[in-house]
């Protein structure tokens, strides 16, 4: 069973900074093509970064020149940098692995931004 652990959640201030990561089990994790989604109270979960085997990126436009996605496959974790936060990117945040049709979700973690 494939486990997906995210952290690095918490309150942060309107125009700072905050980075996530998420653990992968197992051996394969080179393979997956990692995600980053959100998920705001009352709406639907989005996508907000992804990123290929290969490292190439691919950004939701709310997002786009604030967060980075990045990932150690040595690590077999995935990052992702967010600055210049806002209100709006209130949510929990939810890490993604897919291989193929197969996909693992972790568990989510919250970051709230508010002054």
């Known amino acids: 069973q494939v486990q997906l652990v995210e952290s690095g959640g918490g309150l942060v201030e309107p125009g700072g900074s905050q980075s996530l990561s998420c653990v992968v089990s197992?051996?394969?994790?080179?393979?997956?093509?990692m995600a980053w989604y959100r998920q705001a109270p009352g709406k639907q979960r989005e996508l907000v970064a992804r990123?290929?085997?290969?490292?190439?990126?691919n950004y939701a436009d709310s997002v786009r020149g604030r967060f980075t996605i990045s990932r150690d496959n040595a690590k077999n974790t995935v990052y992702l940098q967010m600055n210049s936060l806002k209100p709006e990117d209130t949510a929990v945040y939810y890490c993604?692995?897919?291989?193929?049709?197969?996909?693992?979700w972790g568990q989510g973690t919250r970051v709230t931004v508010s002054s």
């Open positions: 993604k692995a897919s291989l193929g049709a197969r996909y693992y």
């Open positions: 197992g051996s394969i994790f080179r393979s997956y093509v």
């Open positions: 990123i290929t085997s290969g490292g190439s990126t």
